[in-house]
């Protein structure tokens, strides 16, 4: 049960790429167990936390040095409560640290072509990895 479910957000509907750093850009800490936000948080130099699902989330936070908190299947939440507390108390800190492994996700975005089909119905996305000439789903 939420202590103040007054001061949270969340975003419901569809949303562009740029509108989500917009929100996490006003966020103090954006938590989630999806990639995709925790990177756009990271681009925003907004402090996250990653719930992992995975390899893949514990791979990007240990790139900001970032302590794993837990797992969808197992989340601590005494953890997650000082993790962000911390994060919050530290802002300006994790903004420092933070800014060259931001720029490393920019930078490695510059050579991505992203590629979207409309298929029966559904947008089919791509991502298009210009140097290598790879395609990715």
Known sequence: MLKHPDTMCIAEGRFEPDEISGLASEMDVVISSRLHLLILASITLTPFIGISRGSKITNFTNQFELPE??????????????????????????????????????????????????FFGFTLSFLLYQPLGLLLA
């Open 69 to 118: 908190i837990g797992s969808v299947d197992a989340l601590n939440m005494n953890h997650l409560e000082d993790e962000v507390i911390r994060l919050f108390n530290e802002r300006m800190e994790f903004e420092k640290n933070s800014r060259s492994s931001a720029r490393e996700n920019v930078n490695a975005t510059r050579f991505c072509q992203v590629i979207a089909i409309r």
